[in-house]
């Protein structure tokens, strides 16, 4: 029998985690987003809308289950922006896609406003990189709307986010503190009736190295909360720093995919129900290896 919180209710469609992972494509509408910055570049605001539909619609094709549309990036540092611009380069995309596809779209943004007009252009899912910490007004929003909720750990906003030396002495270890933020998000949400929930331990988002490590390793553990996981870790810098010769300037990450597919099929193996990529393709294809390895 599957368990109820792994069939996930997004608005009027549903995610059925329970029938097996699948392959979140993303789609930025920003300059400055740490790998696929600018890549939309267009007249209109910045964004040339055509060109991002048509990438969203090769996502589809190659296998994405969700689309993740993000209008502010959140690389450390990012530059922020206001409702309003994120408004502009995410409502108009999410509408034009829905009207061309019945694929599950989702807002990635921490702010009510922004989610808001997302929801009512046709997204289904709010992905919050805070956990709904930073906008309190944000479960108020995905409540009304019956949107699903993806809650992440991060322990600061991204303008004053580095890169995190490890554990500090006296200090619980990693494990501890993402699950226990995870869980005090996961009773956020169930507090404003909200109850299609899905966890991102934040792969990348003030940690070392060392500590994303630790979690990809552990993944699993977080099982233990009772809610499907999602696991971003596409081109991510841990992976750069892992594969770089000492002594050499890191990798790009346009020289993280070989990286990338190593860990998601480890994420996968450690029990990832949703993977968020931006290379569909070679998702779908470690997805479907390691399914027809647990078939055997």
Not at 53 to 67: F, H, N
Not at 166 to 177: F, N, S, V
Request: hydrophobic residues 40%; contains cysteine.
């Amino acid at each position: 029998m599957k368990d109820p919180r792994f069939i996930i209710n997004c608005t009027d469609k549903v995610l059925d985690l329970g029938a097996g992972p699948k392959i979140m494509g993303i789609l930025n509408t920003t300059p400055d987003s740490f790998y696929d910055g600018g890549l939309l570049r267009g007249d209109t605001i910045g964004i040339d809308f055509g060109l991002a539909l048509d990438y969203a619609l090769g996502m589809i094709g190659e296998g994405a289950s969700i689309i993740d549309i993000g209008g502010e990036s959140s690389r450390p540092g990012a530059d922020k922006i206001s409702s309003v611009e994120e408004i502009e380069r995410t409502a108009p995309l999410i509408a034009l896609l829905r009207r061309k596809s019945d694929v599950l779209i989702s807002i990635d943004t921490y702010k009510a406003d922004v989610a808001e007009q997302a929801l009512r252009a046709g997204a289904n899912i709010v992905n919050d990189i805070s956990g709904f910490t930073f906008d309190h007004h944000l479960p108020s929003i995905c409540s009304k709307y019956n949107a699903a909720v993806i809650l992440m750990h991060t322990p600061v906003k991204p303008e004053l986010m580095q890169w995190s030396t490890g554990t500090k002495p006296g200090e619980e270890d990693i494990l501890y503190r993402v699950s226990s933020f995870l869980a005090d998000s996961i009773a956020r949400a169930e507090g404003h009736s909200i109850d299609n929930i899905i966890i991102d331990p934040g792969f990348g988002f003030g940690k070392s190295v060392e500590e994303n490590f630790l979690l990809l390793a552990q993944l699993n553990s977080l099982h233990r909360l009772g809610r499907p996981i999602l696991a971003g870790l596409s081109r991510k810098s841990f992976l750069g720093h892992a594969i770089t010769e000492p002594g050499k300037e890191m990798t790009a990450p346009a020289g993280r995919l070989a990286a990338t597919i190593a860990a998601e099929t480890i994420a996968l193996m450690q029990g990832a129900n949703i993977l968020r990529v931006h290379d569909v393709q070679a998702a779908v294809q470690s997805l479907r290896v390691v399914e027809a390895m647990k078939e055997e």
